[in-house]
C-alpha cells in the first residue's frame, strides 16, 4: 500500500488540499493508496477560505510516508523549522516529495530545490525567483518531475501533477480512470503553457472534434494542413488558435497522444514493440524508445514489464 501524505501549512490553500485528497484518497483507490492529512500541530489548521480543516496526525505521520505532497500556503513564508526537517528527513529516507501550486515555496525553504529545476503559480514566480536563486525556476510549465522531486503551477495544474504521478505508480489506464472520475481535462503533459486562453470547444467543428478525429487517425503521418481542414482553418490560424488554447503546437499535442496510446497498449496488450509504434503513429520501434526514454525515462520493454501487471 502506497502512503501519500498531505502537509497542510497554515493558512492552507483549501482547494490545493483536496486536489491529491481526491486522487489518491477517494473509496476508490483504496486499494492502491492510504492517505492521511497530517500538520506540524494537530488540531484546526486555518484556511485561506475563512474555514479550518481538522488535522489528526502530526508530523510523525511524514516519517514513513511513500509520497508527501505540499499543498500552498499563504503568505509564502518560510514554515516552521520542524516542518523543514520534516521534508529533508522524507527526502533523504526516498520519499517522493510534491507541491501543489505554491506549496513549491515549503519545498524550496527546506532546500529541496537547489539545483533542480520546479515551477509555481505564475503571479509568485517573481517573489519565489528573488527567494530562492539556486532553483531553476520555470514559469511557463504545468509541472516539473525532476524524479523525486514534482512542482506543479497554479491551482489546477495541481490536478494534472498528481495524475501524473498515478500514471508514473499505475499505468497510463489507471491515470485515465481517475482521471474519467473526477472529470478531469484531457491529459495535459507538463510541459503545456500555464497561460491557456480557455479549454477546448466543447462541441462543434472546431478544435475539439479535431483533437478527437486525430487521436483516432493518429496511425497515420497527419499534418497542420490536415488538421487545419478537418477544423475547418487555413493551416496558420489554424496553428495559431490551436497554440492559445492549449500553449501547445498541435504536432507536439499529438506526439504527446500517441506516447500515450503507445503507453496504454505497453499495458493492455501483447503487441510487439514494432506494432505498437506503427498503431500510434511513431513509425519504428527506434522512434518509440527515443520518446520513451525522453518522456519517461525507461524503455518500452521495462516500462510493459513494470505496469502489465497492474492493468
Known amino acids: 500500500m502506497h502512503r501519500v501524505v498531505a502537509l497542510a501549512v497554515p493558512e492552507v490553500v483549501a482547494f490545493d488540499l483536496s486536489i491529491p485528497a481526491q486522487v489518491f484518497g477517494h473509496v476508490s483507490e483504496r486499494e492502491r493508496y492510504a492517505f492521511a492529512v497530517c500538520a506540524e500541530t494537530p488540531g484546526l489548521v486555518p484556511s485561506?477560505?475563512?474555514?479550518?480543516?481538522?488535522?489528526?496526525?502530526g508530523l510523525d505521520a511524514v516519517l514513513d510516508a511513500d509520497t508527501v505532497v505540499v499543498p500552498g500556503f499563504l503568505p509564502t513564508d518560510d514554515p516552521p523549522l520542524a516542518v523543514s526537517e520534516a521534508l529533508r528527513a522524507?527526502?533523504?529516507?526516498?520519499?517522493?516529495?510534491a507541491s501543489?501550486?505554491?506549496?513549491?515555496?515549503?519545498?524550496?525553504?527546506?532546500?529541496?530545490?537547489?539545483?533542480?529545476?520546479?515551477?509555481?503559480?505564475?503571479?509568485?514566480?517573481?517573489?519565489?525567483?528573488?527567494r530562492f536563486p539556486a532553483v531553476r525556476?520555470?514559469?511557463?510549465?504545468?509541472?516539473?518531475?525532476?524524479?523525486?522531486?514534482?512542482?506543479?503551477?497554479?491551482i489546477a495544474a495541481g490536478i494534472d501533477l498528481c495524475?501524473?504521478?498515478?500514471?508514473?505508480?499505475?499505468?497510463?489506464?489507471?491515470?485515465?480512470?481517475?482521471?474519467?472520475?473526477?472529470?478531469a481535462a484531457m491529459h495535459r503533459t507538463g510541459g503545456q503553457a500555464q497561460f491557456i486562453a480557455?479549454?477546448?470547444?466543447?462541441?462543434?467543428?472546431?478544435?475539439e472534434a479535431t483533437c478527437t478525429w486525430a487521436v483516432q487517425e493518429m496511425q497515420r503521418t497527419l499534418t497542420v494542413a490536415e488538421l487545419a481542414a478537418h477544423a475547418g482553418y487555413a493551416p496558420r490560424t489554424f496553428?495559431?488558435?490551436?497554440?492559445?488554447?492549449?500553449?501547445?503546437?498541435?504536432?507536439?499535442?499529438?506526439?504527446?497522444?500517441r506516447v500515450l496510446e503507445a503507453r496504454r497498449l505497453l499495458e493492455a496488450t501483447d503487441l510487439p514493440i514494432e506494432e505498437v509504434a506503427q498503431r500510434c503513429?511513431?513509425?519504428?520501434?527506434?522512434?518509440?524508445?527515443?520518446?520513451?526514454?525522453?518522456?519517461?525515462a525507461t524503455t518500452p520493454t521495462a516500462y510493459r514489464r513494470a505496469y502489465r501487471g497492474a492493468a
Not at 198 to 206: I, K, M, N, S, T
Not at 281 to 296: E, I, Q, S, V, W
Open 163 to 183: 495524475l501524473h504521478m498515478v500514471r508514473n505508480d499505475h499505468g497510463a489506464a489507471v491515470a485515465a480512470e481517475v482521471s474519467r472520475r473526477m472529470v
Open 137 to 154: 525556476l520555470r514559469t511557463e510549465v504545468l509541472y516539473v518531475d525532476e524524479g523525486q522531486v514534482l512542482t506543479s503551477a497554479g
Open 48 to 57: 485561506t477560505t475563512g474555514f479550518g480543516i481538522q488535522v489528526q496526525l
Open 239 to 257: 496553428a495559431r488558435n490551436f497554440l492559445a488554447e492549449t500553449g501547445l503546437t498541435p504536432l507536439r499535442w499529438l506526439t504527446a497522444q
Open 90 to 97: 522524507a527526502a533523504g529516507r526516498g520519499a517522493r516529495i
Open 281 to 296: 503513429g511513431l513509425g519504428t520501434a527506434a522512434n518509440l524508445r527515443a520518446h520513451f526514454a525522453r518522456d519517461a
Open 100 to 130: 501543489v501550486c505554491v506549496g513549491a515555496f515549503g519545498l524550496a525553504a527546506a532546500g529541496l530545490l537547489d539545483g533542480r529545476s520546479a515551477t509555481t503559480h505564475w503571479e509568485h514566480a517573481a517573489d519565489f525567483a528573488r
Open 198 to 207: 480557455r479549454p477546448l470547444p466543447e462541441a462543434g467543428p472546431g478544435l
